[in-house]
């Protein structure tokens, strides 16, 4: 039996995740989350004896040691992180105590001997476009956000506990990712959400801005595919989507697909942390998959057509058929 811990188990990736992994009977997977931004609704529920959830904090270095003395773990997929621009720029300091976890995370994963790593980095790092696509080697990381600057340090802490202890690693960098099962403050869901309900959806700025929207399902099969192939080992590679689509082509998009009333409105742009344009270099995550990566018209609709979406959302879930 191989023991996977997956930090930020009640969150919209991590949860994704696991639902993958607890497809293989061999492995057993133990799922850790404090609930701050994650739900229990997104828990998931195997059928098998091969998962276990435990609430707690991996910032809290006690709780961590306990579980590391009661699991034996062949490998860590650290996700657990404050997420969100608004969340993140309105409480700096909370975001910096993810620092303490990564800490936490590497130095016991040293002492038990871990086989690797995984940890969820951001397309945040890179901050505003210097080069595009954004291509893992050369593009500067170069973001001031307090969020940012802590998922660099992550990928940092990775490097050097590599470089020190022999700790492998994966770094992957997460560009937006949507599913049914991501949170309501994430664009994609609001979105989806306002439309359903025919409220207005709301835009910073004029919508130019451009995000690359990748379906939760090509972002789990490159990295459970990295994992089980052992690829990318000591690197860092991009998961996303390179299809880029502006904010406002979006929101468009979503009212034709819902066949809502809704009306854009336009807000004043954010101060801090909206950037003007995110693309991805993806090739290396394209030979992970061997497949077309999803497109967004078809990954909107999968989202429409969800249950658990309606239940996170808290919509009724008779209007889900549009």
Known sequence: MTYILITGGAGFIPSCLADKLLQNPNYHVVAVDNFLTGHSLKISNSVHN??????????????????????????????????????TTENPLLVLEDIDGI????????????????YSSSSEVYGEPVEMPQRELTTPLNSRLPYAIVKNLGEAFCRSYHQVHGLEYTIFRFFNTYGPKQSPDFVMSKFIRSALKNEPITIFGDGSQTRTFCFFEDNIE????????????????????????????LAQMIIEK?????????????????????????????????????LLEDGIHTVIQSEIFYKLNGIEAKVAHH
Do not use: W
């Open 222 to 249: 490159a990295c459970v595919n990295a994992f089980e192939q052992g690829r990318f080992v000591n690197d860092v590679i991009n998961i996303g989507n390179d299809r880029e689509t502006s904010v406002l082509e």
């Open 258 to 294: 819902t066949g809502s009333s809704s009306e854009i409105i336009h807000l004043p742009p954010l101060k801090e942390g909206d950037m003007t344009r995110r693309q991805p270099d993806i090739t290396n995550m394209k030979t992970l998959l061997n497949r077309n990566l999803t």
């Open 50 to 87: 091969n998962y276990t959830f435990i609430e707690g904090d991996v910032n809290n270095h006690l709780f961590l040691e306990q579980l590391f003395s009661d699991y034996q773990f062949d490998y860590i997929f650290h996700y657990a992180a404050v997420v969100g621009v608004k969340r």
């Open 103 to 118: 800490r936490n995370i590497l130095d016991l994963a040293v002492k038990h001997k871990v086989k690797r790593i995984f």
